[in-house]
Every structure is written in C-alpha cells, then in structure tokens.
C-alpha cells in the first residue's frame, strides 16, 4: 500500500524518534477531512485513517504533506508522554488549543523539510474542501515565510 511506504520512508528520514511505533492504515473517510491519525502511546499504535477518494486524487507530493503533518502530532504527542490525554482534553474543548497546536505542528512539519508538500496539501484541501484560513494551520503565505525564515 501506498500510504505505508510513504509513511515508512518519512520516518525512517525525518522521525527518528517514533520509529518503534506501529501504524495501522485504514482506508476510511476521515471526520475531520482527509486524514487523521490517532496516537495509543501505551500500545506504542498509531492508527492512520485516510479518505481513499482522496488518496486515488492526491499527487505523492500532496499524500506526503498530509502524512508529515500528521507524523508531525504523533511525534508531539509521543514527546509529551503522561500530559497526552489532559492535551487531547484542552485540543477537543477549546478552538484556540487546536488552532495552536495545528499551527504548531505546520511549523514542525516546515522545519523538518516538507514545507512544499505542505503548500501542495493546503492547495489540493482549497480545491476540494471548504478554504483553509488561520484557525486550521498555517496558511499558503505563512508557510513560504517560515520556509524563506529558514533557508
């Protein structure tokens, strides 16, 4: 399957720290858009979902920017150990929790490379879904900033 070579190869090059953790892929409609993934730390798990519409639809380059971004919340959340679940508490409860961490994760992903896949993703997501704006990540001009910061 694609989507686990893909996510193979990401982290063996850029996420070094979880790569004893298991993945499970299912090719399901996501509640929250393309993709989600969801961390179990006690069973070292993370379960990966992603629409198989868009997966037939999205250019590799486009496939790698949605899974960086989502490595991106596992690697945090595998970082963050005993304070994960008073986390997801504060990210489901407050939009401002989840704008920031979704903005945090963006600048992560960036930092490790993949700023123009994110541009790619954020560009296939305007096409097929409702506009991105600030409150889901960063935005297109955001992320070219942060790249340009850091080149």
């Given amino acids: 399957m694609e989507v686990e070579a893909a996510i193979r190869e990401l982290v063996r090059e850029s996420f070094p720290k979880i790569q004893?953790?298991?993945f499970e892929i299912s090719l399901a409609a996501s509640e929250t858009g393309i993709a989600e993934m969801h961390f179990d730390r006690a069973n070292r798990v993370a379960s990966v979902w992603i629409d198989p519409v868009d997966l037939k639809q999205m250019s590799r380059r486009e496939l790698v920017g949605c899974l960086a971004h989502e490595l991106c919340h596992?690697?945090?959340?595998w970082r963050r150990a005993w304070m994960t679940p008073a986390f997801d508490w504060l990210y489901w409860s407050f939009p401002w929790m989840m704008s920031w961490e979704e903005r945090s994760v963006d600048r992560e992903?960036?930092?490790k490379g993949?700023?123009?896949?994110l541009l790619a993703i954020l560009a296939y997501h305007d096409r097929n879904y409702v506009k991105y704006d600030r409150e889901d990540g960063l935005?297109?001009?955001e992320i070219r900033c942060e790249m340009k910061r850091l080149s």
């Fill in 20 to 22: 004893e953790i298991r």
């Fill in 74 to 77: 596992v690697e945090r959340d």
């Fill in 109 to 111: 992903a960036v930092r």
């Fill in 114 to 117: 993949y700023g123009s896949e």
């Fill in 139 to 141: 935005t297109a001009d």
